[in-house]
């Protein structure tokens, strides 16, 4: 009997040991589940919390842009083959603009001369842009223009344009002042040699000090309205070609402008109405 009965109770060790390990294999089942589970939730807390964070910084960072704009009237030249040196969404002028009846309907001309040696003959147009008119007479009354950039230049065909007025040297820095609306603009987009045009951003509000002269025919996107046509060079830019544009751009942009390889300055501006 002692032998058959050390054999059941070495039986019923063995089935206690398994029952044991049985329970404890799904005790660890059951931790490593809930470690798992919470290591889960804890990550699905975390993405949240980084969404809603990255949600608030993209709003913020909008709200910022948009405050800045407003707050702004130029920023750096858009990456895009237009002259545009501004973002603007502004819907009416804004700053102390330049009244219109400055132009008082009447032919305006004068000289700008850039680094010293390039003089050009400009006509401004009173009648056709009287608040852009304006506003250019002003800023050459003021001397505003002395000593800022040409910081632009596209070498493209059928896009050969100079932009200059920019204070700061860098499509950036204006007269604290933006306006609109647009006036004089070309229905086909064409802005033949010799055009004298105000730059702006998408914004038809966001033109300000900063202008273009195409130094050959130059076509441009008139889909967001196209460009104040102000005045022309009547004089002046065979010099402007052979000294300036003639040497290309510096860097290049991903636009296909730059500035110019020839740094250009306005050294002199001088404006007059005809009588």
Same mark, same amino acid.
């Given at each position: 009997?002692?032998?058959?009965?050390?054999?059941?109770?070495?039986? !019923?060790?063995?089935?206690?040991?398994?029952?044991?390990?049985?329970?404890?294999? +799904?005790?660890?089942?059951?931790?490593?589940?809930?470690?798992?589970?919470?290591?889960?939730?804890? =990550?699905? +807390?975390? =993405?949240?919390?980084?969404?809603?964070?990255?949600?608030? +910084?993209?709003?913020?960072?909008?709200?910022? %842009?948009?405050?800045?704009?407003? %707050?702004?009237?130029?920023?750096?030249?858009?990456?895009?083959?237009?002259?545009?040196?501004?973002?603007?969404?502004?819907?009416?002028?804004?700053?102390?603009?330049?009244?219109?009846?400055? %132009?008082?309907?009447?032919?305006?001309?004068?000289?700008?001369?850039?680094?010293?040696?390039?003089?050009?003959?400009? !006509?401004?147009?009173?009648?056709?842009?009287?608040?852009?008119?304006?506003?250019?007479?002003?800023?050459?009354?003021?001397?505003?223009?002395?000593?800022?950039?040409?910081?632009? +230049?596209?070498?493209?065909?059928?896009?050969?344009?100079?932009?200059?007025?920019?204070?700061?040297?860098?499509?950036?820095?204006?007269?604290?002042? !933006?306006?609109?609306?647009?006036?004089?603009?070309?229905?086909?987009?064409?802005?033949?040699?010799?055009?004298?045009?105000?730059?702006?951003?998408?914004?038809?509000?966001?033109?300000?000090?900063?202008?273009?002269?195409?130094?050959?025919?130059?076509?441009?996107?008139?889909?967001?309205?196209?460009?104040?046509?102000?005045?022309?060079?009547?004089?002046?830019?065979?010099?402007?070609?052979?000294?300036?544009?003639?040497?290309?751009?510096?860097?290049?942009?991903?636009?296909?402008?730059?500035?110019?390889?020839?740094?250009?300055?306005?050294?002199? %501006?001088?404006?007059?109405? !005809?009588?």
């Amino acid at each position: 009997m002692a032998p058959r009965n050390q054999g059941r109770d070495a039986r !019923e060790a063995r089935d206690r040991l398994r029952l044991y390990q049985a329970r404890q294999g +799904l005790h660890d089942r059951r931790r490593r589940r809930r470690r798992r589970d919470d290591l889960v939730a804890l =990550v699905a +807390l975390v =993405v949240v919390a980084a969404l809603a964070t990255g949600s608030q +910084l993209v709003h913020d960072e909008r709200t910022t %842009a948009s405050a800045s704009a407003s %707050a702004s009237a130029s920023a750096s030249a858009s990456a895009t083959s237009t002259p545009t040196p501004s973002a603007s969404a502004t819907a009416a002028d804004t700053g102390n603009v330049p009244s219109a009846s400055i %132009a008082k309907a009447s032919t305006w001309t004068g000289r700008l001369t850039l680094n010293k040696t390039v003089t050009l003959d400009i !006509e401004l147009d009173g009648k056709a842009a009287p608040q852009s008119t304006s506003v250019l007479v002003d800023l050459i009354r003021k001397q505003f223009y002395d000593g800022t950039s040409c910081h632009r +230049l596209s070498v493209t065909k059928g896009a050969q344009f100079i932009q200059c007025g920019s204070a700061n040297g860098d499509g950036t820095g204006d007269a604290g002042f !933006e306006y609109g609306p647009l006036e004089n603009v070309p229905a086909d987009g064409d802005y033949p040699t010799g055009t004298i045009a105000m730059a702006r951003s998408s914004s038809q509000y966001s033109q300000n000090t900063q202008f273009l002269i195409t130094y050959g025919d130059t076509h441009l996107d008139g889909s967001t309205g196209g460009y104040t046509v102000v005045g022309k060079v009547t004089a002046g830019l065979p010099r402007l070609r052979k000294t300036i544009t003639s040497k290309g751009i510096g860097t290049a942009g991903s636009d296909g402008t730059g500035a110019p390889k020839v740094p250009t300055t306005i050294t002199g %501006a001088t404006i007059a109405i !005809e009588r």
